[in-house]
Every structure is written in structure tokens, then in C-alpha cells.
């Protein structure tokens, strides 16, 4: 396997994992039921390809590890923002019509990327800065990873927990459950807005297509199969959906229903093992300490 292919798949991996780990929040943790990530997904990368290719293009040429830095912060602004005017009235709904909310926000923002010519309409916005090094999405993971880790194990994560598990025993503790379901809202999709911003410098060209509703189901898979509620799960997640149709390529049949191949494993995850590959491990290393009678 030469490296200028395998490069760009280590960097979709770990695009991936920052993906895997926003919805995490949402989904795992917070118990929330997004299907919606791609639309932040697309915020982040056109706001930062504006940034780098009309607003700071020639920072992008003199210091690009700068004007990446710069343009991922203004796409988690923005993609942040975006994230709580959206959450904060859909998060009035729960379960099914939530997931059906987050579909059509998600629907919406593809249709008017589709007709805003600002934003390059159906034809996407070419010549992007390809400033995205394999290291700068390393350090953009480990930051992630870090950050949520931390969120947490603080007060605020353990009150999203606390929702997650039941939202009418926080909520009679004393626990602002509409605040802590935004919150969880806003962090997930400012991490997507990164994940967008490094895509976007990665790719150098971005469309519609990009983010259509498979890109959402392909991150709800990540978390499905990894694990929800575990971050670990949501790396292992993203892996098999980066590696995996690249294992498959060797079959032609096998890789054109990919897709169908991942729909049956997520069906037979939720019904024999909802806990994911994390509860494989955990159920194997607990047979293997257990005591010999």
C-alpha cells in the first residue's frame, strides 16, 4: 500500500473519529437522538473554505498551520451558533420526532447550499487551500478527544449523563434539562464544524454531495457499531467505517453494497449487542478474569 494512499485515508479516519465522537455526545451521552450531523458537518467546511479561499487567501499561501487554525475557529463559532439556534426549539421534541427534525434540518441546509451561488450552489466550491497535514488532524483529534473526555468526567458531563438516564429524576434533583440538552447540542456540532473545516482543506473541493443524509447515517453507524456513550467505541467506529469498504474493494459486488453490508451489521448490533464492539471487548475480558471455580 504506497503512502500517498494511505495519507488520505489516515486523515479521513481521524476526520471521522472527531465526527464519531461530536455525535457521541449527542447521542451517547446525552441520549438525544440526532440524525442531522452532516448539516454541521457542511457549516463547518464552507465557512472555513469562505475564510481561506476569499477572506485570508493569502495567509492561507504564506502561513497555512495559521490561517487552518484561524479558519477551523470561525467554522466551531459558526457551526456552534448554528447549533443552538436549531437545538433550541427542536429540542423541545423527543425520540422519533426529534430524529425526524435533525433529517430535515439536515435536508435544509444541503437545499440551500444547493441554491445560495455565494456558496457555489450544485457545483461546490473548487480551488480550497489544501492545507490539511495528516498532523494537523492528529493534534485536532487528540484535542478532541481530550476535551470531551474531560467534559465528561466534570459536573456539567455528569449532568448530561444524569439526563441520559432518567430526565425526570434530574430534573427533580434540580437539574436544568433544557439547558444541558442544548449544551450537548451546541458541543456536538461544534466539533463537527472542525471535522468540516479539516475535510474541507483536506478534499480542496466541496459540493452538495458531500453531505447528503448517508453521510449522517454513516456517522449514527460509527457510534452504533463502536458503542454509544464510549469514546473508545466511537474511535473503533469510525475506523471500520473508513477501513473497512477499503478492505472490500477487492470485490466488486462486495464493495458496491457496502452500504447494505453496514445497514445488517448495525441491525444485528442494536438487537444482539446495543452496547457495540466495546460490549464484545468488555464481555470477553470479563470471561477471561473471571475467577476458575
Excluded at 26 to 39: D, K, P, T
Excluded at 72 to 100: E, H, K, Q
Excluded at 258 to 287: A, E
Amino acid at each position: 500500500m504506497s503512502l500517498e494512499y494511505l495519507l488520505p485515508l489516515l486523515m479521513l479516519f481521524g476526520i471521522n473519529t472527531i465526527l464519531s465522537s461530536s455525535l457521541n455526545v449527542i447521542n451517547g451521552y446525552c441520549g438525544l437522538f440526532s440524525m442531522g450531523h452532516a448539516g454541521f458537518f457542511a457549516i463547518g467546511a464552507y465557512a472555513s473554505a469562505i475564510v481561506t479561499r476569499d477572506l485570508i487567501p493569502a495567509m492561507a499561501l504564506s502561513s497555512p498551520t495559521t490561517a487552518l487554525v484561524l479558519a477551523c475557529v470561525i467554522a466551531m463559532l459558526v457551526t456552534g451558533l448554528v447549533g443552538y439556534l436549531v437545538g433550541f426549539p427542536c429540542l423541545r421534541l423527543a425520540g422519533d420526532y426529534l430524529a425526524i427534525a435533525t433529517v430535515g434540518f439536515g435536508e435544509i441546509i444541503r437545499i440551500v447550499i444547493m441554491n445560495t451561488d455565494f456558496l457555489g450552489a450544485q457545483t461546490g466550491i473548487p480551488a480550497i487551500p489544501g492545507i490539511t497535514k495528516l498532523w494537523h488532524v492528529a493534534a485536532a483529534v487528540a484535542l478532541t478527544l481530550w476535551l470531551i473526555n474531560n467534559l465528561m468526567r466534570s459536573s456539567f458531563g455528569r449532568a448530561i449523563l444524569s439526563v441520559r438516564e432518567d430526565e425526570i429524576a434530574a430534573q427533580a434533583m434540580g437539574i436544568n434539562v433544557r439547558f444541558y440538552k442544548t449544551f450537548s447540542f451546541v458541543v456536538g456540532a461544534l466539533f463537527a464544524g472542525l471535522a468540516g473545516a479539516l475535510f474541507a482543506h483536506m478534499a480542496q473541493f466541496i459540493s452538495p454531495n458531500n453531505f447528503t443524509f448517508i453521510i449522517s447515517a454513516q456517522i449514527l453507524l460509527m457510534i452504533v457499531i463502536g458503542g454509544l456513550g464510549s469514546q473508545l467505541g466511537a474511535v473503533l467506529g469510525a475506523f471500520l467505517v473508513t477501513f473497512l469498504p477499503e478492505a472490500l474493494r477487492f470485490n466488486q459486488t462486495l464493495s458496491e453494497n457496502r452500504m447494505l453490508f453496514f445497514s445488517l451489521m448495525m441491525i444485528v448490533m442494536m438487537l444482539w449487542q446495543p452496547k457495540g464492539m466495546i460490549g464484545i471487548f468488555s464481555r470477553f475480558l470479563d470471561r477471561k478474569e473471571a475467577p476458575k471455580s
